[in-house]
T-cell receptor
Framework: GAVVSQHPSRVICKSGTSVKIECRSL??????MFWYRQFPKKSLMLMAT?????????EQGVEKDKFLINHASLTLSTLTVTSAHPEDSSFYIC?????????????FGSGTRLTVV | AQSVTQPDIHITVSEGASLELRCNYS??????LFWYVQSPGQGLQLLLK??????LVQGIKGFEAEFKRSQSSFNLRKPSVHWSDAAEYFC?????????????FGRGTQLTVWP
């Protein structure tokens, strides 16, 4: 089945530094990648949607300069949290959609726990 | 606007008991519906999905769900719960087109299973 590999699974960084999270589709081409943020005991909040080769579309209230998304290839998308602060600490999850949406549906990465100290 | 309602924040059942998790959606067009399960610190795993056809959908781990258009519902059921089913369950909906749009999630239902 379709697999999305997300790394790192956990990361601790100092306030003011940047952190990059990678999501790779291992056995299919991900034409669209969705990036979510999840707060403790809460549902998933969509941050942005990116299509391969295009600029990401950010949801209202999400700072595009802080959360940089790159989707340069059909198998790799990255989320970079720039100048991270403690309030950016959260669980981040990517979800890839293949070209045949009906067949592939959505495949989720295993998530990244970001802690900013 | 699209929305998904999971009215139960937390459900507790005994192992071996039956389970039903409720999901109602609000969407003008034909919905594509999903149920996902999330273990602590993990991503989401697809349990089942409904796109069209038979309104009773079978999924993995013995789960099933029934789409009822008249009630705008897509409730998840399992006849006999196992302790390993304890997790967070999310219902989600998207557009019913050849190219799937973004998912809209419910707030989730936390399932606790007593031994």
């Amino acid at each position: 089945g379709a697999v999305v590999s997300q790394h790192p699974s956990r990361v601790i960084c100092k306030s003011g530094t940047s952190v990059k999270i990678e999501c790779r589709s291992l056995d299919f081409q991900a034409t669209t990648m969705f990036w979510y943020r999840q707060f403790p005991k809460k549902s998933l909040m969509l941050m942005a949607t990116s299509n391969e080769g295009s600029k990401a579309t950010y949801e209202q209230g999400v700072e595009k300069d802080k959360f940089l998304i790159n989707h340069a290839s059909l198998t790799l998308s990255t989320l970079t949290v720039t100048s991270a602060h403690p309030e950016d600490s959260s669980f981040y999850i990517c979800s890839a959609r293949g070209p045949s949406g009906g067949n592939y549906g959505y495949t989720f990465g295993s998530g990244t726990r970001l802690t900013v100290v | 606007a699209q929305s998904v309602t999971q009215p139960d924040i937390h459900i507790t059942v005994s192992e071996g008991a039956s389970l039903e998790l409720r999901c109602n959606y609000s969407y003008g067009a034909t919905p594509y519906l999903f149920w996902y399960v999330q273990s602590p610190g993990q991503g989401l795993q697809l349990l089942l999905k409904y796109f069209s056809g038979d309104t009773l959908v079978q999924g993995i781990k013995g789960f099933e769900a029934e789409f009822k258009r008249s009630q705008s519902s897509f409730n998840l059921r399992k006849p006999s719960v196992h302790w390993s089913d304890a997790a967070e369950y999310f219902c989600a909906v998207t557009t019913g087109s050849s190219t799937l749009g973004r998912l809209y999630f419910g707030r989730g239902t936390q399932l606790t299973v007593w031994p």
